[in-house]
């Protein structure tokens, strides 16, 4: 009774954590949008801008007198255009991380608890994320915690910007949401999972093995359509993908 109670409550845990960060993720990705429409109008004013100036300066027409008098005079229209492009122009592989950087708060008000009482395993795929989480939880209680040891193998190109950016130091904030975002993605590509669960573990756990295994696989593999061996059928994906 108390093994199926275990399992139950920690499926019940997971799914509410799920719940919890997709809210999060999906309000922080309304917001965005909501910004990004909102400051449409101007990014295209200052854009519209700076393509009249490239315009003249790459026509043939004008001469270096004429280009040098423009930009004289249009020099602090131009700066300010190119500021304003720089503070709303957004790089094209962003997934709204800024906004979801404003739900910090509300992360830190659970996040402790589940690095305390949820044991997460993992497949080898999942093992960077393993370590980023082992960090974090390493970091409760320390009032000044150093972030230079942070392992960065889970982190993904676009939020690399925001955890380390060039010249500076490995920002707390940003490396937390970075890796909780990650750990939902790996719970849900199950690289991670969680023995003491039902809905969560490890699907490799049920597989067959040894003997059991060998005895059903030509009948597994003939109703898959699958060859018995994997080199058939790697070759077929490898062409295939060449294709």
Request: aromatic share 6%; proline share 5%; charged share 25%.
């Amino acid at each position: 009774m108390v093994r199926t109670l275990e399992v139950t409550a920690h499926d019940d845990a997971l799914d509410i954590l799920d719940l919890l960060l997709a809210d999060l993720f999906a309000k922080a990705e309304r917001v965005g949008k909501q910004e990004r429409l909102r400051t449409l109008g101007d990014l295209d004013e200052a854009a519209l801008t700076l393509a009249e100036a490239t315009a003249r300066l790459l026509s043939p027409k004008g001469g270096k007198a004429l280009m040098a008098a423009y930009l004289g005079k249009q020099r602090t229209t131009l700066e300010a255009a190119i500021t304003r492009v720089r503070e709303l122009a957004r790089p094209v592989d962003t997934h709204y991380e800024e906004e979801l950087l404003a739900r910090y708060t509300a992360v830190r008000r659970f996040l402790p608890s589940v690095l305390r009482t949820i044991a997460f395993a993992g497949a080898p795929a999942g093992r960077p994320v393993l370590e980023a989480l082992a960090f974090l939880s390493g970091l409760e209680g320390q009032k000044r915690p150093s972030m230079q040891e942070a392992p960065l193998a889970c982190v993904p190109a676009r939020w690399r910007r925001y955890v380390a950016p060039k010249g500076g130091s490995i920002d707390r904030k940003a490396y937390t949401l970075c890796v909780v975002e990650q750990l939902r993605e790996a719970l849900h590509r199950r690289t991670l999972f969680v023995k003491a669960s039902g809905r969560w573990a490890d699907p490799r756990a049920r597989l067959l093995a040894g003997s059991t295994w060998e005895a059903v696989k030509p009948a597994v593999c003939q109703t898959l359509g699958r060859s018995s061996t994997p080199e058939p059928d790697l070759a077929a994906w490898a062409q295939e993908l060449d294709t």
